[in-house]
């Protein structure tokens, strides 16, 4: 070896030692190492600061770098060799170099070629494996990945020697990471291009078949002559050892014993594959004289302190020297670091960062060294065991393909060929692929030696299922310590069967047990010297001969050398499977001890004493061997002993009682194995030691690892609650110490499944339930406090108290130690029902029926409750934390024993199930689901995680299938699969995306839901169906994506599965849920069969068609296959899994196309999930409410509820109010500005298009925040099922808008042209008052300083100048609506009388509201109504037929109407036989009431209508209209009569005549005062007087023109600005509310609470009965109610603060147009003056028309402006003062904008009820009407069908039961309820789900107001409608605060 190769090989050493021991192991100094750098100079920007490079001086000549030595302590020196010099330039290249080449981020291809052509060219090739390629880039730059692919794909590139970093170079941790991987680079070169470093074993082989034993022995006595044997070994080249002479020979007394040293290249002495790598000098006894080396195993190589090379405790003769430790302590170190584990033995992995949903598993072609572990521990998650036959690829070099195969460098003569033939160690490195590879044995010790315990215990019990061995003795790589790694094994349990044969009768007993309590034999294998057998391979013969239970030498992926199995002792258990062909009867544990077992003496003496049965493998049996002495001992103790000679080939022989001897020479190993078990057999027959693991804990020497403290803590806690229970009969634990799970939580359930499901008297029952629950609650609440609770407060102490590590080894204790006290009970019961099932299988199979059957039935079933009780758990603690919970919870007023401890179990659960453990979602023992304890626990999680999204991922299959197990593989979850332990229920657990993944997916969590079998046979024969229908909607419909497992290929049991997974999709397709799924068909026997499988996909698609079908009649809905219910490609969407087993359980292995067939399916989910934004956990939870609360009730359809659907839409009615309100608030702005010019005639037409032009810029905003709204918000997903509709709505909204406007702005603009006349003679008037006016202060200027003699001159010539300029016109009387009224109905023929008391009384005025009718009805008499009996029954049903027939069309046609309630009847009774007995026997029903009400709401609309019509604003006032409403009026009662029985009094007529008139009243008043006010010259005039006698007087004062007209101005501004700030502050005090009052500021669902909170807080009964019979008013009255409080009193200050703003704006807006009206130069008239400040004014402010003509000599308008200034003073002073009822009376009301913007919704009434349909849009089809609840049906006056009882149940309850119900007045045939919608379109329109109607506000109202229900209703809450005594005791602020709970729903 070269002085170069020398140094840089201990470089590479001296790195891999400072990664394990941190750099601080060793004082050495590391080698001098040369940096140099080349490539383009632009790459790096040189300076100062630059840590590689801080000057550009190209002197080519090493410099040493002090930067690099402050930042690593290590000696660096760096060559600037960049630009690419010329050769002559370049220095001698130093011993231990890298060369870097430095290459631009936009040109990574083109530098790279360039700079290894450069460096082959000018260096040689030889240099291009020591290039690190470093890509620089500017700080803000990202690496151009185009440029990185094209590098990637050159043949010569290695990401392992690819770098990034700045430019500068100025970051200390980029450098550093550089530096890692530069050491790295030099470590792999001189591997793969040197060879590995020179060891013992190469410079000692020796051929033995050439070489005498004396030779040899001469050979190492020489060799142990020096004094430092390991540094003169180590120095000596391989190819030396071949060309010295033989070692000369020495003759030594006493018997020859052969001694030799293994190398690598010649036969591996350890079964396993291989000895360790280094210096192994053995010990040699004190008696002995010759020195003997031979090869030891020693302990594994520690990290850092004391290595212990001799491993015994004999004292060695050669002592380790430094030299020696610290090959050893490389060689593990290089290992870890291969591993990229070095920063991990001190760190530890743990289960979090393998239970997190990573990158993909490499395939096998892209594993390397650095990644290896990780594979190894990804696949053996998965039940991988081929996880530690990983293939590693090689490092490519940069060699051609003729390169790949290895040379020999002979020479090229012929006879040096033919020696070279011959030649046992050519010059080529016969180990470098070895060394290449990592022993998989040590890949498996160095994951284990660097994860926690839980992780330790994860992989070993994955080993276990594995049939692997496991690590029962360990040796510490930091001490000289044994450790046992008893924790370990504490969760692996195993399963056998014992055949016993009695009496020709054959007994199978099934036993299933924590393996470290079992009590077996053990059977310890050990190995004393070398030999060519391996004992491990043996001894898997022994075991499974199918399988590599032990690895040996020549499994797969065997190496010549490892470094960390020396000293370990494995153990494995055989498990017998009860048959014939067992190898042995009974459990057996094997323990085999890796390596020379004479080195390993502590091991071997520890399973010494701990054996049954010892095994010994020797080379020979000769005395003088070393092994001859440790053969002594154990042939003299009592051990059974069996010696297996491999010199010797004798048959076995006994040499006395227990001891055997058996020869292995010439012997097959199938022979020996079966030699064996034979004896081993025989051993085990008598007496014999047993062992147990937990025994461990107490051997000397044996450090164990559950002795840890934190271990220990979490122990005790568990301890104290297993000492409470551990005496107990398992099957009483739940009942005495979780009683609130028990039989009252079973009660529980089964009453509230009742509640759903109720019948008779529906409301009474549902009291009385809803009192029974409550009462178990208080139940549950007592027996939680008693002093059984002791379990339940020390588990939750312990979680809350202890630390996370400690809290985590808490609940495995408690899992581990619950486990172990059932396992003897559940072993039995499962036997005795496995023994049972079958029986019952063999009956049903012989078709017997027969009491036998019934009797195993039963038997079967009382079987199935012992399981149930005796099994105990975790999951039942947890289970009890809940039930705690939801039973304080449920109280509303907490007892007083209560203890608040409860309150944190959600938070403590939560804690747990972020950190992995699985939570109950569905208890399987009582099939239900606790919502108060899901919804808050997941809360809890949502408050410490942030609401993250998750795909939800459910299972559903039959049971047994292996669920568990295929997720638990998949996603290395924790969810239940023993024997006996089989999933009830369901199961969540939320599995993390890794952070590197993240990026992948549009969520944070995959959250996983396992649940139990579908028909599985713990409820064989007990609402199977029926429970399996539920269990398949809850899981199918929580899922994102559902896998369905189906097992095996049983068609029958198929079908049975699909029909129900098929009727629950389709049931999710019904309400508008659609997750994905994908079929998972295990089990199948052929996998690889494309055929088949094709063939497969065929018949199952088949299947689920058909299915579909059936599914289809079932659930109505029209579907022809099963893609028409769900997405679904039969190609894509079904997996084929290979059977679980490689073989027969319980000794075979899974089997690896297991494994495949999970990776598959994983990337399958995980592809789809990468299409699926998922959704929000909360949205999980609500999904979780909706689901069940849906199930509770019998048809989940019409049930189901998407509460967050609700809450989204909710949400988007808010934003839609938002939305329409800036539109409108807009338009406002924009009407104000217009109206005021078209009133004073100064803009005579409004174009639509100008319109939308104003309206341009706030539109546009709007639906960019639409768009904004439906894409950045967290539900867009939902959402977007609604944007069309909405983008839709808002663009007809301002459509609507601008066209209300226009229509308004051209009915001002129609009257101002209807009253031209008028305004021709305005300016006439205007002009001839203004004149007259000077005149008269000329002629009155003597009177100027007495007031009142001006005004009473002022007023004795205004009355004649009034009447000179109206002499030729006719004033406008004021009309008299009440004297015309009396004359328009007398003339129709009314007395008197009847008006004038109708007018007394005002009975009209609530005719509409009325609750009985029966005053104005007589009935119609039949001619021949005594000859009715008469009739024949045919007859009378025909007329019957004809007279309904009528009264449906006319009740259709006020159906119809705007505000029509719908006309039904309903029977009590339940059956439809009841129905047809009890016909209705009234002539004047409730629906005869209901068509009353409806006509009159009908008349009074078309009426308004009528009125509206006519032109009065423009035309004026007429009684002809009177007369037409009484005509409309008329008629339509004479056509109303015509249909019906009865006939009105004529009263009624009168009363409807006078209540249509009492409701137009106010519009014509309002109307004819317009048309007075615009076309009256005498009310114009009398308007103008106070304006003119101002002039007047202001003339009279001496005033010149200027101010007069100033004045004049001031007065017209005064009006206009006092108008405009009155609107705008009308519209401002309207936008103010509609943003901040609550009762508008958000949806109509809100506002419907704040009016139903009002009518309770006033408790007026009138009010309720105008909210029932006609919302839409009451809402209104609210409105103004509200508005006019909000203005006058609670918010007054900030009414006044808003029109005070309004009054500055305006007077800033008159100061700023007066400034710039006013020119300084004066020019112009004052007719242009006025029209440029008119000008300026606007749009704020229109100035009313002035005439100029009397005014025409003012030219001084700065005068002008000035007394104007004067004049606005008092303008701003007065309007200050304005007050906030001048406001209210202003055009724009606040009132009516809030009421134009918040009445514009749906006012649609249910039919059953009346309950208002709170959608904000006012068409909202295709949705459905919906209300949040209900109300009683007699609110609205129903009651029971020939009785006056009303009705006290709620629709949505109605809609769950089994009654029926009559839709319309004249239905023969009654509806189920539960059909409603199937009742025709009015009630199809409605959805109503059914719910416990738990509202209290109605509730309350009936009990409040029940006197005066009974009365306006004539009926009675009696009988069926009797009010339940529970409704009693609700109280008003109950009621209220109920509201809050349906504005949350």
Known sequence: MNSHDAQHLENSDKKVQDGIENMSASNAVNPELTLILFGNRNSIEIGSKNILLDHDQEKYEKEFSSRLYDLLGRQISVVNMLGFPSIDTIPEIPEVHIFILLISNDQQENQYTSGLQWLEKTLGKEHSSYVMTVVTHNDSDEICESELQKLKAKSSFSEKRYHTCTRSMTDTNEIISLLKKIDAMVFESRRMTEGNKINLDETLRIDEETESDNEFQDAVESLNEDDNCISSLVEVNPGQCQSTEKVGQKKKSGTETRGHVDVKGSQMNDEDGGKKSGINIVSCQPSQKSKILQHQSTQPPTVSGTLNINGSKEKPLCSSSEEEKQILLKETGMLFERLELQDKFQTKLSPAEFLQIGPP????????????????????????????????????????????????????????????????????????????????????????????????????????????????????????????PLWTFRQITKTWKISTNKENKTTVTMKSMPIYKADTPMVSFFRLGSMSLSKSQLMNALIN??????????????????????????????????????????????????????????????????????????PTLEKCHESSAVIETLYKSSKPLIILSADNDCPAVQMKPQKYKLGLKERSQSDVSEELKKIIKSLLSGPHTS?????????????????????????????EIIELIERMDIAKIKDTFLPCQGQLWSNWCKINKELHHLKGEIEKEKGQKSHQLMKLREKQCKVSNVSNSKLMRLFTQSLQSLPPKEREYFLTWTQILIDALSTDDLSSILQNYDETWSEILVLKNKHDKSAQLKHKQTELELLSQKLQSATFGLEHIFREMGQIYEAHKSLKKPLLYQQHDWTKYPELAADLMISGHPMELMDGDAGHVPLIWISNLLQEVIKKLGDPRVFVLSVLGVQSSGKSTMLNAMFGLQFAVSAGRCTKGAYMQLVKLSEENKDRYQFDYILVVDTEGLRALELADNATLHHDNELATFVVGLGNMTLINIFGEN????????????????????????????????????????????????????????????????????????????????????????????????????????????????????????????????????????????????????????????????????????????????????????????????????ELSYLNKEMAKTYEEVTKSMTAYFEDDKDKEMLVQWRGRFENKIKVFQEELVRGVKRKLDEVIQQNNARKMLDKKKTEFENNLLQKSKELAHESKAMAEKEEDLKKQFNTVWSHWVKELTSDTKPIENISLEEDQQLVL???????????????????????????????????????????????QENKREEDKDTCGRVKALVHKFQNSKNCSSIDAFEISSTTQQHEERKPENLFQYEDQELIRSFINEVEQKCLEAIKSKPVTTRGYTPTYLQELAKIVKERVTEFESLKKFRFKKDFTVDLSLYVFDRAEGWLLNAHKIYRDNNDALTYLDNKKNEYYNIFRSFCKGSSSAVVFGEIICGKLKVSAAEAVCNKTGVDIAGEMRSNFPAFSENRLNLEKHVLASL?????????????????????????????????????????????????????????????????????????????????????????????????????????????????????????????????????KPDQILIDQLCKCCWERCPFCAAVCTNTLKDHSPEKHRVPFHRPSGVKGWHVRGTVELVIDFCTTLVASDRRFYPDADSEEAVPFKQYPTAGEKFASWSITADASMLAYWKWFICHFQKQIEGYYKMKFQGSGEIPQQWKNFSKKDAIESLNEMCSL
């Open 545 to 618: 001969d199918r399988h590599d239970t032990f690895f040996h030498r020549n499994c797969k992926g065997s190496t010549k050398s490892r470094y960390l199995m020396d000293g370990v002792a494995e153990i494995a258990w055989y498990c017998p499977a009860g048959k014939d062909n067992d190898f042995f009867t009974d459990c057996i544990a094997f323990c085999n001890l890796h390596g020379d077992s004479l080195a390993n003496v502590k091991q071997r003496e520890i399973l010494t004493e701990m054996s049954s049965v010892i095994v010994v493998l020797v």
């Open 1386 to 1432: 007398q003339d129709l023929g009314v007395e008197w009388g009847l008006i004038d008391e109708s007018r007394r009384s005002k009975r009209y005025k609530n005719l509409s509201v009325r609750g009985d009718y029966s005053d104005y009805i007589t009935q119609k008499k039949y001619p021949n109504i005594n000859e009715e009996s008469q009739q024949s």
């Open 691 to 719: 062992f147990r693991l937990e025994t461990m804990a107490k051997i000397s020497g044996v450090k164990v690892d559950e002795d840890q403290k934190v271990c220990q803590n979490g122990k005790s806690a568990a301890m």
């Open 1656 to 1788: 309770a807080e006033k408790e007026d009964f009138s009010r309720f009965t105008t909210y029932i019979r006609n919302p839409r008013a009451q809402v209104e009255a609210f409105i103004k109610e509200e508005v006019k409080k909000y203005m006058f009193t609670t918010q007054k200050v900030k009414a006044q603060t808003i029109l005070k703003k309004n009054v500055e704006d305006i007077t800033r807006v008159i100061s700023q147009a007066l400034f710039e009206a006013t020119k300084p130069d004066g020019k112009g008239n004052i007719e242009m003056w006025v029209e440029e400040f008119s000008s300026k004014l606007k749009p704020e402010l229109t100035l009313d028309t002035i005439s100029c003509q009397n005014f025409s000599d003012i030219n001084n308008f700065e005068f002008l402006k000035e007394e104007i200034e004067k004049g606005l003073k008092s303008i701003t002073t007065e309007m200050s003062k304005l007050s906030l009822e001048k406001v209210n009376d202003c055009r724009q």
């Open 1051 to 1246: 068609t029958a049991e198929m079908k049975d599965v699909l029909q129900i997974v098929v009727q629950a999709f389709m049931r999710m397709k019904k309400v508008k849920l659609s997750p994905s799924c994908v079929f998972v068909h295990q089990n199948v026997t052929d996998i690889t069969a494309a055929e088949k499988n094709m063939d497969g996909k065929r018949r199952l698609q088949e299947k689920l068609d058909k299915m579909a079908q059936l599914a289809a009649k079932e659930e109505v809905c029209d579907v022809e296959c099963f893609s028409d219910v769900i997405a679904f490609d039969v190609q894509k969407d079904v997996k084929y899994f290979a059977q679980l087993w490689e073989g027969s359980p319980p000794m075979a292995p899974p089997n690896p196309g297991y494994s495949e067939s999970i990776q598959e399916l994983k990337s399958i989910i995980l592809s789809k999930a990468k299409q699926s934004t998922a959704i929000t956990l909360s949205h999980f939870s609500t999904k979780i409410q909706d689901l069940w609360n849906a199930l509770m009730n019998e048809h989940f359809v019409f049930s189901f509820k998407n509460t967050k659907e609700i809450a989204v839409y909710r949400k988007l009615e808010v934003q839609y109010g938002n939305w329409t309100w800036a539109l409108r608030s807009e338009m406002l702005n924009i009407e104000n500005q217009l109206y005021p010019r078209i009133e004073k005639g100064q803009l005579d037409k409004v």
């Open 361 to 484: 598993i490499k395939q096998t072609n892209e594993i390397y060294g650095n990644n290896l572990a990780y594979a190894f521990l990804q696949r053996l998650m998965m039940l991988d065991y081929r996880a530690r036959y990983i293939p590693v690829q090689q490092i490519t070099l940069d060699v051609s393909d003729s390169e790949a195969l290895q040379v020999s460098k002979s020479s090229d003569t012929e006879k040096g060929d033919f020696d070279a033939l011959y030649s046992t160690n050519t010059e080529s490195d016969q180990s470098n692929n070895n060394n290449n590879h990592v022993h998989p044995m040590d890949v498996q010790m160095a994951v284990f030696h660097c994860s926690d315990s839980f992780l330790k215990q994860k992989i070993i019990t994955k080993l276990s299922q594995c049939q692997y061995a496991l690590p029962l003795l360990v040796p510490d790589l930091l001490s000289t310590n044994i450790e046992c």
